[in-house]
């Protein structure tokens, strides 16, 4: 480990998740990054040290600037000028671009949600938490999956339709594997909610249990943008509802929103 910086330290807790072998999901994250780091698909150097102690795992990385997504976008809630549409574009781009990054190398985040986006007071977005992320069967890297749970759907709010509808129709045992398509979804679900401060999908009992979120979700409604937005940013609402879209054929790539997002103007 460097001597110098600033690290976040990630560890099993003594005696918790004894519904699972969270050990053995530390051990699989740390070889997940690392490969990612191979790729290039996240910033080099992102793992820094892992290892063993008593009670289990622990995984070392590169500390990441910024507040949590939500805290971080708190002025576009409050106010419509300039700088903080310069928030929100750099934001946005920021995920798309580093979701692109995933994406051309086959693999995806799974997890985006404003928990695991941290954001600067530019507005620039660093996505963490791998511990969910997918990627293609590697011929040679079995260990890429080993220690893996079934996937079943991360955060409920930013869950995109296709996967909520998976979930309804497989048992809790089968794994069901992210597509770059989905993640674009949570990361528009993930915008829509720290912006407008409203979860994107109207729930027909937002305090039911999650099945039923789910399949209100699986519906492929959203709420009107135009109703629940604190302000209005034309150009900003097409990009955000064109990843929102219930056909994952047809909401733009990370790419494709990086590179429209670069165009904005504020």
Known sequence: MAANGQYALKA???GGHAERDKRAELDREARVIAELDRLAAISSGYLVGAGHWEAGRWLALTWAPGAPMWNALAPARRDAGPDTRRLLITCARSMASAGAALHTTGWAHADIQPTNTLVTEDGTATLIDYALACGPVTPGRP???TGRVPYRGALTHTTAPEIAQAV??????EHIPVTAASDVWALGASLFWCWTGRRP???HEPN???QGKLRDIAEGVTHDLALVRPWPFPAF???LMACLHPDPHKRPTSGELAALLEGMAP
Do not use: K
Request: overall charge negative.
């Open 237 to 239: 609402e097409e990009a």
């Open 143 to 145: 260990d890429l999956e």
């Open 168 to 173: 309804l129709d497989t048992s809790e045992t």
């Open 208 to 210: 039911g249990p999650r």
């Open 12 to 14: 099993n807790a003594e």
């Open 201 to 203: 999908v109207p729930y």
